[in-house]
């Protein structure tokens, strides 16, 4: 099995640490990737960490990690309230996924609290910032375990 989880990050959050940091805090993309790539190392994975502000391209990231990936942790970003062709990508990969958001969605705008992804998701992380990353790796390196075992 691959050892790979894919963690991919949607429209703005290349912008973190600069962008209405009040909500998303003062980390940036970059230190995120360094928290998720070290503590999925700690586990024996290894983290192929992208973000795109292109829908497409994250549709297409996603039918990728069918054959290379071994899970999908997904920030989808504004994608998670609009995006049906990332909920279908997620389905059709088979791969457990694990939604992440730095903030509290359901604490927030009405149009915040549906998200598509979910419905593919086998759980959600939201509102502890950067850490929430950390968490997630933590989870789907559990995730992975059982699946082995079972
Ligand atoms: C976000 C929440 C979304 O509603 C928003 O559009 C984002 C970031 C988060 O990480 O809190 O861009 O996914």
Not at 2 to 16: A, F, H, M, Q
Not at 89 to 102: D, F
Request: charged residues 20%; proline residues 2%.
């Amino acid at each position: 099995m691959s050892r790979v989880i894919l963690i991919l990050n949607g429209p703005n959050l290349n912008l973190l640490g600069q962008r209405e940091p009040d909500i998303y805090g003062r980390t940036s993309l970059e230190d995120i990737r360094a928290l998720a790539s070290a503590r999925a190392t700690g586990h024996g994975l290894e983290a192929d960490f992208r973000q795109s502000n292109e829908e497409g391209e994250l549709v297409s990231w996603i039918q990728g990690a069918r054959t290379t990936a071994a899970g999908i942790i997904i920030n989808a970003a504004a994608y998670t309230h609009t995006s049906v062709a990332i909920l279908d990508a997620l389905l059709a990969s088979g791969l457990p996924v694990i939604e992440v958001h730095l903030s509290n969605i359901y604490k927030r705008e009405e149009f915040r609290h549906h998200s598509f992804v979910s419905r593919a998701a086998t759980g959600v992380i939201c509102g502890f910032g950067a850490q929430g990353y950390e968490l997630a790796v933590d989870a789907m390196a559990q995730l992975l375990n059982k699946a082995k075992t079972a």
